[in-house]
């Protein structure tokens, strides 16, 4: 499939190790994908699912300890340890590759090795990047097919010369936790994975180097690689803006991608567009603005919540070519179902764990980060630019997170540098997305905190190199916080299609077209400024949402310092001036 010198050393040399009984090469047929189809329902991989109903659809479990991202067994492995920072996992990458190498070794004896090659990005854009993976599951050959452009034409993408690929090696193993690594060697191109056949662990073009490898590319390349959805909303003029956001992970970057308007407004003609869910690849472009591609072709998205209601878009992306991962499946017609997809769940159906599920007995029947694996193209909002090898041009770039209190429904930075500071000091609950605790607040800059693949301080300082290339061109940065509740533990904010309503908003405070009140912490709307058209929600409740409680800010902001100190000398000056400037405003 390639005559790749590069290529063709590291992949013999990877056959070498793990010693495969057979060697198959993904060219991204139509053909060779439906043989291995097949063969994963033979081996009891995947189940196929109602062809009427759920044409192309597949159903797979994972093994009960292998349900999340395991943030406690990934590594950054740079030769210096420094340059993995205090937020990574570090090793030596002698030592983890000798360790993991013994591991490897005759790994795939009696299995078959498929080579994947893909593409992020779109074939033929300059902002594109390929890898190569070599896995012994099926499982991760099917999803690759759905999550990137996979096949022959990552090849021609790479040249015949080019040593600009990221080598990924995954092997099931034994999916024995005490031995799973997630390790990552950024100034290799390098991505080892064992023991693991969760999605974030093994589909190694995701977050392993769409992110990590990414990131550390992206500081040497003068680019980013961010957590961050794609959107594009069209006004009734036609003009579309364009917007990145960063939620943690379970935070809503799937749902606020594909979000459709409340009423009131796709009466006028407002209309959103997805380009991206969860990854955001972002350059300066010739005239001096950022630029966003997604790097993604589908979407790995938690399944549980998503309905006709709260997600159409995403629910209907998944009505056919889909992977479901540890969902419910429904028996009696052969489908599949989770919690909050609708008030009926199947009598006669079996629970993500493969046992026989009954739904009065109060235990979930899908994992709460059970997932589906949708192409983009499915989408009925997909954003007509998605193949743009150019990009679309970035107007906001919006954080947010998961706050009970302290954060307001929204604020503007200032500016850059305090936009950055904003970023940084990110916290969020947990979610059931990584192995671990569940709702205990955490900083999370960036929302990047498990996926940023060198120093966090040299990133923060990466961030403001970027904001001073941008200059007056540089987006403007928003803060939002949908999840404040009230004293029963109830989200106040309606959320979802209504978030809208803030974008528009951010989108007017873009064009010099809405006012906006100094705060403690950054500009706030006028709480006559947010469109409560159509909506259940007092003026008294929205003036609620946007309070900042200096109390609340004071104790933050005593947090952050203490992040703050983690960092030592590697912070950038700039962020504990922001701080200074914080605590300054809040003791006013
Ligand atoms: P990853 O794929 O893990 O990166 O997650 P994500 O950021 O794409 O999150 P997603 O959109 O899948 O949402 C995760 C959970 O948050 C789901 O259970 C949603 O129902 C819920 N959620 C999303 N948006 C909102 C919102 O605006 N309000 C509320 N209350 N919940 C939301
Ligand atoms: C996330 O956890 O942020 C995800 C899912 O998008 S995973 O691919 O598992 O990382
Ligand atoms: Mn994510």
């Excluded at 409680?549 to 004071?554: Q, R």
Aim: hydrophobic share 35%.
């Amino acid at each position: 499939m390639t005559n790749n010198k590069n290529v063709l050393n590291w992949v013999e040399e990877m056959v070498a190790l793990c010693k495969p009984d057979k060697v198959v090469w993904i060219d991204g047929s139509e053909k060779q994908l439906d043989e291995i189809r097949n063969l994963s329902i033979s081996t009891g991989e995947m189940e196929k699912l109602n062809e009427e109903k759920l044409p192309g659809c597949y159903l797979h479990r994972t093994a009960e300890n292998d349900v999340a991202r395991v943030e406690h067994r990934t590594f950054i492995c740079t030769r210096d340890e420094k340059d993995a920072g205090p937020t990574n996992n570090w090793e030596d990458p002698k030592v983890m590759y000798e360790k993991l190498g013994k591991m490897f070794d005759g790994v795939m004896k009696g299995r078959t090795m498929y080579v994947i090659p893909y593409c992020m990005g779109p074939i033929g854009s300059k902002l594109s990047k390929v890898g190569v993976e070599l896995t012994d599951s099926t499982y991760v050959v099917l999803n690759m097919a759905i999550m990137t452009r996979m096949g022959q034409a990552a090849f021609e993408q790479l040249g015949e010369t080019s040593n600009d690929f990221v080598r990924g090696l995954h092997s099931k193993a034994d999916i024995d936790e005490e031995n799973r690594y997630i390790c990552h060697f950024p100034e290799d191109n390098t991505i080892w994975s064992i023991n693991s056949g969760y999605g974030g662990n093994v589909l190694l073009g995701k977050k392993c180097f769409a992110l990590r490898i990414a990131s550390f590319q992206g500081k040497n390349e003068g680019w980013m690689a961010e957590h961050m959805l794609i959107l594009g909303i069209e006004n009734p003029q036609g003009e579309v803006k364009y917007v990145t956001a960063a939620f943690p992970s379970a935070c809503g970057k799937t749902n606020l991608a594909m979000l459709i308007p409340p009423e009131v407004y796709t009466e006028k003609g407002y209309k959103v567009w997805t380009v991206g869910d969860d990854i955001a690849w972002l350059r300066i472009g010739d005239d001096g603005r950022l630029w966003a591609i997604n790097p993604e072709a589908g979407f790995f998205g938690v399944a549980p919540g998503t309905n006709m209601k709260s997600n159409p878009n995403a629910l209907k992306s998944t009505m056919q070519g889909t992977i479901f991962t540890n969902v419910v499946h429904n028996l009696d017609d052969n489908t599949v179902w989770w919690e909050g997809l609708d008030k009926n769940p199947p009598k006669n159906a079996v629970d993500w764990k493969g046992n026989k599920w009954d739904p009065e007995s109060g235990v979930k029947g899908a994992h709460p980060n059970s997932r589906f694996t949708a192409p983009a193209k499915n989408c009925p909002c997909v954003s007509p630019e998605f193949d743009n090898p150019k990009g679309v041009p970035i107007s906001a770039i919006v954080f947010g997170g998961r706050r009970a209190k302290t954060a307001p429904l929204v604020y503007q930075a200032r500016d850059w540098q305090n936009g950055v500071f904003v970023g940084s000091i990110m916290a969020s609950e947990t979610t059931a997305a990584a192995t671990g605790a569940v709702g205990v607040v955490r900083r999370d800059p960036m929302a990047m905190l498990p996926f940023c693949g060198y120093h966090m301080g040299d990133y923060w300082k990466h961030w403001l190199e970027m904001g001073k290339k941008l200059g007056d061109k540089a987006p403007k940065i928003f803060n939002v916080n949908w999840f404040r509740t009230d004293d029963e533990g109830h989200f106040i904010w309606p959320g979802f299609g209504d978030n809208m309503r803030v974008l528009e908003w951010i989108i007017n405070r873009c064009e010099g077209k809405a006012d906006a009140v100094e705060t403690p912490i950054g500009y706030e709307p006028k709480a006559e400024d947010i469109n409560l058209e159509g909506l259940d929600l007092s003026l008294d409740t929205l003036k609620g949402l946007l309070n900042v409680d200096k109390d609340l800010w004071k104790e933050e902001a005593k947090g952050i310092r203490e992040f703050y100190g983690k960092f030592g000398d590697r912070l950038p000056t700039e962020m504990m001036d922001e701080l200074n400037k914080l605590e300054a405003n809040l003791n006013k």
